[in-house]
């Protein structure tokens, strides 16, 4: 069996790092928006979507 062209090896490794880095960077999206949506459900802000009526933690 014969190797394949040397080109064909060096896009093979492009895509495949591009790839891996493509990854990284969504995990890296998903972890910072879920650390901020975890800040904001313990400290909730005054004007809206988590405040109701009868909540200990919002001001009226």
Known sequence: MQAPPPRRRVWRKVALWGGLA???????VVVVSLVGLLHDVDHPSNDGWL?????ST???
């Open 22 to 28: 493509v990854c990284v960077a969504f995990t890296v």
């Open 58 to 60: 919002c001001r009226p």
């Open 51 to 55: 405040c109701s009526a009868d909540s």
